[in-house]
Every structure is written in structure tokens, then in C-alpha cells.
């Protein structure tokens, strides 16, 4: 039980092109997307959050600088040791970053999904 994120780039129904398992700082972001950026109300869990260049600009820019925004936590969040979370998955991130970028310029959607 926890949080569960996944991130793909939508071709084909096919497995998710990243995983994380409780990264709090990359969810907190993404959710201050949903929120803030998009206005939505509801909740993320089980929703997917379509990434444009400019939202994962601005994640790269945020992994280059270690300025991901930090968690309040959250009932299995991984909230603890989300700074040890951050540098263990700094790598994957900005593989993703890139990964994604690179699909948007080929005019591929890129797609966030959790579920906690």
C-alpha cells in the first residue's frame, strides 16, 4: 500500500515507460500542476495529468536546481525520506525529462498517472 506513479508516452496500450514508488517530491510537483496550474479540484489519484513541454521544462529545471517542492506527507506518501527518494531517482528523472520532451517534439502525448 502507498503511492504508485507512473508516467508513459502514449503510442500504444503498453506498459508504463517509468515507475516510481513513493518519489513524494515528483508527486507533490505534479499535484501542484493538477491544482495550481490546471485549477482542477479533485483529487489526482487514478487521473491522468497530460504533461506539456513547458510543465516538463520547468520539472527539469526543478531536478537540475534540487528545488522539487517538498511533501506535507500523505497516509503511505513516503513523505519520511522523500529527499533520499529525490537523489535515488535523480537519474530515472531526468531520463524521464528528457524522454518525454523528446516524444512531445515528435508529437507524442505524454501522460502522469498515481494511485494511492
Not at 26 to 47: A, S, T, V, Y
Request: proline residues 2%; glycine residues 6%.
Amino acid at each position: 500500500m502507498g503511492l504508485d506513479q507512473y508516467a508513459f508516452i502514449r503510442e500504444k496500450d503498453t506498459e508504463p515507460d517509468f515507475y516510481w514508488r513513493k518519489h513524494a517530491k515528483l508527486h507533490k510537483f505534479m499535484e501542484e500542476i493538477w491544482h495550481k496550474g490546471l485549477g482542477r479540484q479533485d483529487e489526482i489519484n487514478c487521473q491522468e495529468l497530460i504533461l506539456t513541454k513547458e510543465m516538463l521544462t520547468t520539472l527539469k529545471e526543478c531536478l537540475e536546481k534540487k528545488t522539487l517542492p517538498q511533501s506535507e506527507g500523505g497516509c503511505f506518501f513516503g513523505h519520511q525520506w522523500q529527499d533520499e527518494a529525490s537523489e535515488e531517482y535523480h537519474e530515472q528523472d531526468m531520463k524521464f525529462c528528457n524522454d518525454a520532451l523528446a516524444a512531445i517534439e515528435n508529437g507524442q502525448q505524454v501522460v502522469y498517472s498515481c494511485w494511492y
